[in-house]
């Protein structure tokens, strides 16, 4: 499969180089980067193949479509000049150019960026991409997930309860809330498919929080690998992987001993600061802005999910014999999309990415 990514890259670098005409480029990103070319094809289908070929594999195919999107814009932008020269040399007076230079058409904001790019990174490691429902059962948000019934997260200040549509009252387990987080999706993702299991779930949570590092709406990727003989060692090196791909080669990650209801052991997830590299002071003798002097940056939650998760996911002839946790083990983990790009782009409030304003926007 290496050879045939090889193969497209080396074919697609010759004829993009020299496509003639702005409309015969964009056909040729149809053919090589559109949703059924064959690049795209092959990324989808590294989680067919076996462990040990799927991080080259899933490599190879970012690293090439990453250089031919790189390769098409440069062209686009060498035929825009050049169509443009044509049209003012066939005009003597060309009325129809605006008076200052047009506005771009847009382009993605900054979140659905990065949110595209670690679900293109853990598709490289061979994880599936599912999504789930916002508006949850409180079984699913907190009963399935461990968490007790005093458990403070289910405070009505803390979470956002939703009035059944017919208007009758239900059981606490069957009463619905705007989803806390991504993780509901564990179980729902366990009932669905029989291990192995790989996924990572995007998508939309909601908290009543409103100041400079939290907002009421904000975006979660939760990922669940559930298998034979997994560890923590598993765990810390798929978020290496995830962390040098993001914040740079040479970063390195580190597990703390921490608390979630639905994981143990439970870590907090540090990876070290790509501004300092990981000294936690500046050339110059100045502490780094960014780690605050510690050398690292804290960046996700995660650990090896509990049995009592497993014992929620019922027996079926499609799962059985179910999810044994004397047989399979397991790690999960729940990243904040905002925190990421906080920190890779230096944000320094959440509130900017909600207000619109074309300066912070097209920076990105």
């Known amino acids: 499969m290496i050879e045939r990514i090889a193969e497209l890259r080396a074919e697609a670098d010759a004829v993009i180089a020299t496509a003639p005409t702005s409309e015969a480029l964009e056909e040729l990103r149809v053919r090589y980067l559109g949703r059924k070319a064959e690049l795209p094809q092959l990324l989808r289908g590294v989680a067919e193949l076996e462990p040990a070929q799927r991080g080259e594999v899933g490599k190879a195919a970012n690293e090439a479509r990453q250089a031919l999107q790189a390769m098409i814009d440069a062209r686009a932008a060498e035929l825009r000049s050049q169509e443009l020269e044509s049209s003012v040399a066939a005009d003597a007076v060309d009325v129809t150019l605006p008076g200052a230079p047009p506005q771009p058409i847009g382009g993605l904001h900054v979140l659905t960026a990065t949110r595209r790019e670690l679900e293109d990174i853990f598709l490289g490691l061979g994880f599936t991409v599912m999504e789930g429902p916002e508006v949850e059962t409180v079984h699913y948000n907190f009963d ?173 002839e499609r799962n059985a014999p179910g999810y044994d946790p004397e047989r399979v083990q397991g790690f999960a983990w729940g990243m904040g999309v905002e925190r990421i790009a906080m920190l890779r782009h230096g944000i320094p409030d959440l509130r900017l990415y909600l207000e619109n304003d074309l300066r912070f926007l097209e920076q990105f």
């Open 144 to 316: 399935a997930l461990n968490h007790s019934p005093t458990h403070p997260a289910r405070a009505r200040t803390d979470t956002f309860y939703v009035a059944a549509p017919d208007g009758r009252s239900r059981k606490d387990e069957d009463e619905l809330v705007l989803r806390t987080h991504t993780s509901p999706m564990q179980v729902r993702a366990m009932e669905a498919h029989p291990p192995p299991l790989y996924v990572v779930v995007p998508g939309r949570v909601y908290r009543p929080d409103s100041d400079a590092t939290h907002t009421p709406q904000f975006h979660q990727i939760e990922g669940l690998a559930v298998d034979e003989d997994i560890t923590l060692a598993d765990l810390k090196g798929t978020l290496l992987v995830f962390a040098q791909a993001v914040f740079g080669g040479e970063r390195d990650v580190r597990l703390r001993p921490h608390f979630f209801p639905f994981t143990e052991p439970s870590v907090e997830v540090d990876v070290s600061c790509f501004n300092c590299l990981g000294k936690g002071f500046m050339k110059d003798g100045s502490r780094c802005y960014l780690c605050k002097g510690e050398g690292w940056l804290e960046v996700l939650g995660a650990g090896e999910v509990d049995p009592n998760v497993y014992a929620q996911v019922p027996t079926t």
